[in-house]
């Protein structure tokens, strides 16, 4: 069963520390993870779209105006196959490499808690080092670029 997971985020995540949480990775890495999970318990998941935005919290010895984002509030909305509204929301302080996340998620459809967890996804895992959407054999022959369409204007000087 395989289901559609757009994750949509909020907000510039390049200016956030190295040593922090990512928001794009913790919103596309939950919505994954997430759905996977929804299914496992029974849930026929039409689609699910997560943001995540960080908070700011102080680091362990670092200067007072050092601040480090150490949560990431998590907001998944989606639909079941039969229309009913999904929400899979918490806060996450771990993501690992698009495997998992860590943190307390609430996931709720049909009016009933589906589930409660603290790790979602397998954090065991060893890294993928596959390749999302590779091209297809002979070098890509069916992929075509955009269309870009440009109109040049040129003016003529007024007056003589």
């Known amino acids: 069963m395989s289901a559609l997971v757009v994750a949509a985020v909020a907000g510039a995540t390049a200016c956030e ?31 699910l779209s997560c ?3 960080a908070d700011g919290g102080q680091a362990q010895g670092a200067s007072p105006v050092v601040a480090v984002r150490r949560v990431a509030n998590v907001d998944c909305n989606g639909r079941t196959g039969n229309g009913e509204a999904i929400t899979l929301t ?29 790790v979602l996804g397998n954090c065991d895992a060893a ?6 959407n590779p091209l ?9 670029p955009a269309v870009t369409v440009t109109v040049t204007v040129t003016e003529a000087p007024m007056g003589k």
């Open 90 to 118: 918490g806060k996450v302080t771990q993501e690992l490499g698009g495997r998992c996340v860590r943190g307390d998620l609430t996931a709720r459809t049909g009016g009933r808690d589906v589930f409660r967890a603290d």
């Open 136 to 144: 297809p054999a002979g070098g890509g022959a069916g992929v075509r």
């Open 17 to 47: 520390p190295t040593n922090g949480l990512n928001s794009a990775s913790v919103a596309v890495t939950t919505g994954r993870v997430g759905t996977g999970a929804l299914e496992r318990n029974g849930v026929d998941v039409q689609w």
């Open 127 to 132: 890294p993928s080092t596959a390749v999302l």
């Open 51 to 53: 943001t995540a935005g």
